[in-house]
């Protein structure tokens, strides 16, 4: 009888360890995805803040707007620089600047491609118009 007590102690404790590491698998499961996900939230709150310093950079050179204009280079030099600081904080990151100078209406898209090669895009419009004095 006491040998067949340990057989099922040690069954026990094998189910036990069992349980035990599907627990862990879990958390590095939910570990990694919490990671990319970090990741990824990351590299869009870095497209938002690129897009708002393009945006500022048109406010300070109003007057060459339509240097601002295009998809893989512009002629303003301040668009020039910034579209090097996306490509060096995005990966893969690609720019698109459409302005209307009639109406001041701006449209600028970021986009980005992950190690993996899933592609994200971020995009905003805005309006950058000097007010005239009445």
Known sequence: MRSGAR?????????????????????????TALTKEQSEANLRATAANLAN????????????????TGTDSCSATPCTEWRSKVQEALPAGTASIKV???????????GWTLPGGVTHQYETQSN???????
């Open 7 to 31: 057989g099922i102690v040690m069954i026990e404790i094998l189910v036990a360890l069992l349980i035990f590491m599907l627990g862990i698998l879990g958390f590095i499961g939910m570990q």
């Open 128 to 134: 950058i118009s000097a007010k005239t004095a009445s």
């Open 53 to 68: 310093d393009v945006m500022g950079r048109m406010w300070a050179n109003i007057g060459n707007l339509a240097g601002y």
């Open 100 to 110: 209307d100078a009639a109406t001041g209406n701006v449209s600028i898209k970021l």
